[in-house]
């Protein structure tokens, strides 16, 4: 195995008092074991206001009861989780989105549990959580939809590359995962034909494994013990990572 960045920082995972929190925490809490990294749980209690725009203040302290009461259990139940973990607990006023996106600027990664909410719902529902939170940090975001396939052997993680600089740190975070957990990696390039196909099929397809090539050269080196293979699938690139 290779050597990991070293480094204190935080992975932060948002708890949703209102959901279960359990999965994502499960996953929070072996990350931050795996790396040794401390864990910082954040709960979001939003300002309740009256029509005069006047806090309800009694409504808001049950609020904060409830929120304080959630985030404890949670803390308690990731510390006996992982008892070797440093665990610490924030309550902070905000909407969850903003308050999520201001403490990754200093977090290890982010990590949230997922809503299930289609892809329209996703971009434009107020309870939507991934897109703005990942709009605003500069830092692994982690999105917990189910458990990990642990019974698939060997073990691997997906990766998908447009070419774009964030495809290029999304590779690097996989390798790093990848290597950490002693997985195999999958590459991934979806070609998307365009309506009107101006060059060859096959001459587009081999740009796509060129593209792949050279996005993983380096980091090859870098990572010699992670197993890597390179595919390129054809149609909608939500579609076929998904």
Do not use: K
């Not at 209102?18 to 795996?34: I, K, P, T, V, Y």
């Not at 905000?94 to 990664?109: C, D, K, N, S, Y």
């Amino acid at each position: 195995m290779t050597g990991h960045p070293a480094g204190s920082r935080d992975i932060v995972v948002g708890i949703d008092p209102d959901r279960d929190w359990h999965l994502a925490l499960a996953w929070a809490s072996d990350e931050a074991q795996r790396r040794r990294h401390p864990l910082r749980l954040v709960l979001a209690v939003p300002s309740q206001h009256d029509a005069h725009h006047v806090d309800d203040a009694p409504g808001q302290t049950a609020l904060r009861q409830v929120g304080s009461d959630r985030l404890e259990q949670a803390c308690d139940w990731a510390r006996d989780r992982h008892p070797e973990v440093n665990v610490t607990g924030d309550l902070l006023g905000g909407f969850p989105a903003p308050v999520l996106g201001r403490a990754a600027r200093e977090a290890r990664m982010i990590v949230l549990g997922s809503r299930h909410l289609s892809r329209t719902a996703e971009f434009f529902s107020a309870g939507s959580l991934v897109v703005p939170v990942t709009a605003q940090a500069h830092c692994p975001v982690v999105v917990v939809g189910d458990a990990e396939h642990i019974s698939q052997q060997p073990p691997y993680v997906v990766a998908g590359i447009d070419g774009s600089a964030s495809a290029t740190a999304a590779l690097d975070c996989a390798f790093d995962e990848a290597d950490l957990r002693g997985a195999a990696l999958r590459v991934i390039c979806v070609w998307q034909p365009p309506l009107i196909m101006l060059d060859d099929e096959e001459a587009a397809l081999r740009a796509q494994r060129t593209l792949l090539s050279e996005a993983t050269a380096g980091l090859s080196e870098r990572y010699p013990d992670v197993h890597v293979t390179h595919e390129v699938f054809t149609g909608h690139p939500v579609e076929e990572l998904a």
